[in-house]
């Protein structure tokens, strides 16, 4: 069982992990064609082993984009 403080530790030190996520595949109605998502490049590795190739399919809206008017908080 996690006691209390190992639950506050793990916490503390997930809290600054960033994270990204991509649609890989998305399957409709039974029999109907697998689908990929938007962009998505099957050659990026997934195992975030090297200097960021793998977020270039994933969306990152920055505050400093949304400053500068590159965009908004909907991309």
């Given at each position: 069982?996690?006691?209390f403080?190992?639950?506050?530790?793990?916490?503390?030190?997930?809290?600054?992990?960033?994270?990204?996520?991509?649609?890989?595949?998305?399957?409709?109605?039974?029999?109907?064609?697998?689908?990929?998502?938007?962009?998505?490049?099957?050659?990026?590795?997934?195992?975030?082993?090297?200097?960021?190739?793998?977020?270039?399919?994933?969306?990152?809206?920055?505050d400093?984009?949304?400053?500068?008017?590159?965009?908004?908080?909907?991309?």
């Open positions: 069982m996690v006691s403080t190992e639950f506050v530790i793990a916490s503390a030190v997930l809290v600054g992990a960033p994270g990204h996520g991509v649609i890989l595949g998305a399957q409709g109605e039974k029999g109907s064609p697998a689908s990929v998502g938007f962009k998505v490049n099957p050659d990026i590795a997934r195992n975030c082993m090297t200097i960021n190739p793998y977020q270039q399919d994933a969306t990152f809206i920055r400093a984009e949304i400053k500068a008017n590159l965009v908004n908080e909907c991309g």
